[in-house]
């Protein structure tokens, strides 16, 4: 349950996003369940308890990596009195897509010598891969758009009063959300609607689509103030621009060169100077001071006697086209022609061009910059890289370790948080949702019940008993509270079978038991019971701890006088079976193929008894042997899918060889398995 609740604003805002449908006397946008969303603002955003999990370094700038949702953050943020400069967020597209991680089995090391010699010949097609679901960008636009607006209006309540904001978004939510943004942040404060055009063409525009290919994202940009910070960009000229203007080449130096206009619009009205040079009588862009010193360095040019004359603009002078508001010089990692050394394995990882621009543009060096959906962490490393201070939330533990692990590797500093917002979710909200089913004794799907209800329990006594589970997806249904059980009685309960006798309602959080009991016994004016379950004693079975055997020696090899760490035996149950299951739907489709008559063969994926394969990263903490004390990585190793090696930070191409060094003793040991799931083993 939350600790309190932080208010947005010292005054609750007047005129909130109202979403439902369009009103010609007013310009705001209405929908269903506004009541239920100003209630929350008027209430607050949910302060839990935020728990330093690792430092990285001293961290004399105060970065952080957060995990935890928008609200969470912008909470614990708010309470301590940090503010931002610059926000850049890619939240979910409301796209119907799942995202997943493609997951890869490592090479066993306990067979390192067999390939060591054959790393420039590996088989790609030997290394074994399943997908790992991330989360879900399903959404009703109801749903969405409350969810949204609520989190646009955390993130301004911790933004400086000369902050900038940049929202990423495509076609499918992105004009409902400018008008959220117009009524959050003041529809006089939109500075700029991008365009970036990722691609040069897309796949979705093939014959028979009915529409044309989507090769465009927008990005909402807002300033909060006129004395926002913005620093112009440019982009290099193409070379006909250059063949075009500057044309003309000194000999001697080699310099490309432009003889621009001198002349300036006359006038008393003007306040240009007019006066005489090089015979030649005008209104001129410089003072008469100025344009001496200009005919003295030579940049003052007259082609023949009589003419006009010119300046003599250096190519090499300019910054270059200024950037417009249409960006197709930055490609997707996905296209043609991008980085493919920055691809990390993240469904949505966006180009380091793309935020360098960004945060080049509307901060200077030393300021804050926050991304409250960090996903891959790219706008976190390219404002460490650039001089910046950063701030990175995500839900996600994927985000959370990848963001991590790519700082690492930049050298940054940085602190890492987790929100102890009373779920401990298994990996993602989309996995802990398809957990939770199997978890909860006898729940199966229903389909003469809506939407609403996630199933229904059977027994003797009740029949056929509905149960409603939050949406971990969408923060805003955690907490039960009065608007929601109203909506539960009065819109879902009356839709039900005439024979329900008993509804299930599980809750994460809930505002206050008594108070909502009572509710309950006065609305409900129907024959159905309600019950009420916390689903957190369901959610603490959901994390199981993987196995792991080590043995711990001293070792002098060379230069290295140390301590080494040799990993023995792990298994992971949540590997196993995410194997087992993989094995048997591909196995069952192989056989639906031969039915076909088509022949498809099947190689099952199988661990090694010792388990290694399954292993994706390892760290040593010298400094703390207490259990509930921050991590602190004095050693670590991240194995690729090659099964080469990056040690703090740095790549190489060594195969693991099953262990990991420390100069000191190592006093705890945490392996991450290829899912993500992470646990530490103490005492070592």
């Not at 994706?616 to 670590?636: I, R, V």
């Amino acid at each position: 349950m939350a600790v309190r609740y932080i208010p947005y604003f010292p005054d609750t805002l007047e005129g909130q996003a109202l979403l439902d449908n369009f009103v010609r006397t007013k310009r705001i946008l209405r929908y269903r369940d506004n009541d239920r969303v100003i209630d929350r603002i008027v209430r607050g955003m949910p302060y839990y308890e935020t728990e330093l999990r690792e430092r990285v370094g001293t961290n004399a700038d105060g970065n952080l990596v957060i995990q935890g949702e928008c609200l969470s953050a912008c909470a614990y943020l708010k309470d301590r009195g940090i503010t931002v400069d610059l926000v850049y967020i890619d939240p979910p597209f409301a796209s119907g897509a799942d995202y997943a991680k493609k997951v890869y089995l490592r090479r066993n090391p306990k067979v390192a010598e067999a390939i060591q010699q054959a790393e420039n010949e590996l088989d790609i097609e030997e290394l074994k891969a399943f997908e790992e679901k991330m989360y879900g960008d399903i959404w009703n636009k109801e749903s969405y758009l409350n969810w949204m607006y609520e989190n646009l209006m955390a993130i301004k309540s911790v933004m400086s009063d000369t902050a900038s904001i940049y929202v990423h978004l495509d076609w499918h939510t992105g004009h409902y959300v400018k008008i959220l943004m117009d009524e959050v942040f003041g529809e006089d404060n939109f500075r700029n609607e991008i365009i970036w055009q990722r691609a040069n063409a897309h796949s979705d525009s093939k014959q028979g689509a009915v529409h044309y290919g989507r090769m465009h994202d927008v990005i909402f940009y807002y300033a909060l103030s006129d004395e926002a910070t913005f620093n112009m960009q440019y982009t290099p000229y193409d070379n006909d621009y250059i063949n075009q203007y500057y044309k003309n080449i000194e000999p001697d130096t080699g310099r490309r060169f432009w003889l621009d206009n001198l002349q300036a619009p006359g006038g008393a009205m003007k306040g240009n100077p007019y006066y005489e040079v090089m015979g030649v009588k005008r209104y001129w862009r410089f003072s008469k001071e100025n344009m001496e010193r200009l005919i003295k360095e030579g940049r003052v040019i007259q082609t023949s006697p009589g003419t006009v004359p010119k300046y003599k603009r250096y190519l090499d002078e300019m910054p270059g086209k200024p950037v417009q508001d249409l960006w197709n010089d930055i490609k997707s990692l996905g296209g043609l022609g991008s980085k493919v050394d920055e691809r990390i394995d993240y469904a949505t990882q966006k180009p380091e061009a793309l935020l360098e621009r960004i945060i080049k543009a509307s901060s200077n060096e030393g300021m804050t910059v926050a991304d409250f959906f960090g996903g891959s962490g790219v706008t976190a490393a390219v404002a460490s890289k650039s001089g910046r201070k950063f701030i990175h939330a995500d839900v996600n533990l994927n985000s959370i370790q990848t963001t991590r692990d790519r700082l690492i590797a930049a050298k940054a500093e940085f602190d890492l948080m987790e929100v102890k917002d009373g779920v401990s979710l298994y990996r993602n909200p989309v996995q802990t949702m398809e957990k939770l089913k199997k978890l909860i004794p006898g729940l199966r799907n229903e389909d003469a019940l809506g939407k609403f209800w996630e199933g229904s329990i059977i027994d003797t006594k009740h029949g056929m008993t509905p149960v409603y589970l939050p949406n971990l997806m969408d923060g805003t249904t955690r907490l039960l509270d009065k608007p929601l059980m109203n909506r539960i009685i009065h819109e879902a309960m009356p839709d039900l079978p005439e024979d329900t006798k008993r509804v299930i309602i599980y809750y994460i959080d809930i505002d206050n038991r008594e108070e909502i009991e009572q509710f309950i016994y006065e609305q409900n004016n129907t024959l159905i019971e309600i019950e009420l379950r916390d689903l957190k004693q369901v959610l603490d079975e959901v994390v199981t701890e993987d196995y792991a055997e080590w043995n711990l020696s001293e070792e002098q090899n060379g230069l290295f006088k140390g301590w080494k760490v040799e990993i023995l035996q792990f298994q992971s149950d949540r590997v196993i079976k995410k194997i087992e299951d993989l094995n048997l739907k591909n196995q069952q489709q192989a056989l639906n193929s031969s039915a076909k008559g088509k022949n498809r063969e099947y190689v099952h994926i199988r661990l090694s008894d010792e388990g290694l394969e399954s292993i994706e990263w390892l760290s040593l903490d010298c400094t703390s042997s207490d259990k509930d004390a921050p991590w602190h990585s004095d050693s670590e190793i991240k194995i690729d899918r090659f099964g080469h090696v990056t040690k703090n930070g740095v790549k190489t191409t060594d195969i693991w060889d099953g262990c990991i060094r420390s100069e000191n003793r190592p006093l705890r040991l945490k392996i991450r398995n290829i899912c993500g799931d992470e646990t530490v083993y103490p005492n070592i």
